[in-house]
């Protein structure tokens, strides 16, 4: 899941970066649904059916489940099942039906308040409706719960940064890659700051440490497209 964000960068570049939905370093004991399109797998394939022959029909195969749907029903009949708010909850954010997502995912919070996927998500939400301040309250929450867990780490400094509180963003940044210098999540955020500040050899570097650490990622996918962006740009400067 991406939903997308752009960061302004000096002579009109357009830096485009993801937010995936979130599954936080710890495992909570509920049931954890995909990362990156979470609670988007699909139903079981049904067997292929026999072959028509003289003593049976060939049945058509069922229709695929919907599963928003099925979700949202499942949430309407019993409201506090966590699994289901929860999973609701990353597909609304998966849409981009941001104000749902807030609601299902606050829902899921007050039953469980110390699941830490669901505080970042939360706080995802709350950082895409412009609520910055709540949202870092979540991400806050979630560290107190999994001290140094780095998607809320990473997101945390994001929405700092968003707020101009570079110096705090930057140290978090930082002491996460120390910790854990495989992050690439922080290196993600650090290349957007690189490219905002105008550094871009450096966001391009951090960015490549993103490829590089987590090819497969949602932010690998951003990052290769913002290096191929600057590139250009860079070597369009070479040549003026």
């Not at 991400?139 to 929405?159: E, F, I, M, N, Q």
């Amino acid at each position: 899941m991406k939903l997308r964000a752009a960061v302004p960068v000096t002579f009109g570049l357009m830096i485009l970066f993801a937010v995936p939905a979130f599954a936080a370093d710890t495992k909570p004991a509920a049931s954890k649904p995909a990362t990156t399109k979470p609670a988007a797998s699909k139903p079981a394939a049904s067997k292929p059916a026999a072959p028509k022959t003289a003593a049976a029909t060939e049945k058509a195969a069922p229709a695929p489940v919907d599963t928003l749907a099925r979700l949202e029903k499942l949430v309407a009949k019993d409201s506090t099942n966590f699994d289901n708010l929860y999973q609701l909850g990353v597909l609304y954010l998966d849409r981009e039906r941001t104000p749902e997502a807030s609601h299902v995912l606050a829902k899921a919070v007050s039953i469980k308040p110390n699941d830490v996927k669901a505080l970042v998500n939360l706080g995802a939400a709350n950082d895409a409706l412009g609520l910055s301040s709540a949202a870092q309250g979540y991400y806050r929450k979630a560290l107190t719960v999994a001290p140094g867990d780095s998607v809320a780490t990473c997101r945390l400094a994001s929405s700092l940064y968003a707020q101009q509180n570079y110096k705090e963003s930057m140290d978090l940044l930082r002491k996460l890659i120390v910790d854990k210098p495989r992050s690439h999540c922080a290196y993600f955020t650090l290349g957007v700051a690189f490219a905002d500040a105008g550094l871009y050899r450096d966001a391009i570097r951090a960015w490549q440490k993103v490829v590089e650490y987590a090819p497969e990622s949602a932010e690998a996918v951003s990052a290769r497209e913002s290096i191929e962006v600057l590139t250009k740009y860079l070597t369009g400067q070479v040549g003026q």
